[in-house]
Each structure stands twice: as structure tokens, then as C-alpha cells.
Nanobody, 123 residues
Framework: DVQLQASGGGLVQAGGSLRLSCAVSGFNFDGWAISWFRQAPGKEREGVSCIIGSDGSTYYEDSVKGRFTIASDNANNMVYLQMNNLKPEDTAVYYC????????????????WGQGTQVTVSS
């Protein structure tokens, strides 16, 4: 079975850092792209960052560029999201997600979602 297990969320003050982890299983990560999406209360889900398993290419949504870094450990089927200089507007449930083809950061181009991990940034 395809599974994506996100962890690492928590409560942090503005300006702080967190690292999210995503354990991937049930498929060969090298052949897919994995994204992080988030959903804040009352808002739609939005794509934050993506990494292509085969070549490590990365993509970021504009609001997180320069603050978030996505990385992968292909040997251990892990994807990470290092989040620095966190802001209250980063507060959301973060999901690791498998893209259907390549990095799109569009919900309709994804197929499998993990359970989500809560990130709360206090001001």
C-alpha cells in the first residue's frame, strides 16, 4: 500500500524553525515527485514545495522561498521540509503528498496524501 507519514510539527514562536519529515512507503520514490501542501483554518489547501525523486529538482511557492528547504533521502525513502524564519501565517496542517506526474503544487494533480502534521507559529 502507498503510504506517506508526516511528522515533526509543533508549536514555535515567530522567527523559529521546524523540520518536517515524510516517510514514504509502497512505491519507488525515485520515480515520483513528492510535495508538501498545507491547509490553514478556513482556507484552501495550497502547495508549498516539491522535490522530484529522480533528479532532486526542487520547487517552492513564492511565500516560502528563501525560508523553506525541501530535501530527500532516497535510500531511506524520506522527504524533509526545513522551515526557518517561521511566520504566524505559516500556521497550518502540513501534508506530504505524491504528485501524479511531476511537480505541480496543484491538488488536482496529486493522488496520495499523508495524514498531516500541525504547525502552529505564535506571534
Amino acid at each position: 500500500d502507498v503510504q506517506l507519514q508526516a511528522s515533526g510539527g509543533g508549536l514555535v514562536q515567530a522567527g523559529g524553525s521546524l523540520r518536517l519529515s515524510c516517510a514514504v512507503s509502497g512505491f519507488n520514490f525515485d520515480g515520483w515527485a513528492i510535495s508538501w501542501f498545507r491547509q490553514a483554518p478556513g482556507k484552501e489547501r495550497e502547495g508549498v514545495s516539491c522535490i522530484i525523486g529522480s533528479d532532486g529538482s526542487t520547487y517552492y511557492e513564492d511565500s516560502v522561498k528563501g525560508r523553506f528547504t525541501i530535501a530527500s533521502d532516497n535510500a531511506n525513502n524520506m522527504v524533509y521540509l526545513q522551515m526557518n524564519n517561521l511566520k504566524p501565517e505559516d500556521t497550518a496542517v502540513y501534508y506530504c503528498v505524491r504528485e501524479i506526474q511531476t511537480c505541480s503544487l496543484k491538488t488536482f494533480l496529486t493522488d496520495y496524501w499523508g495524514q498531516g502534521t500541525q504547525v502552529t507559529v505564535s506571534s
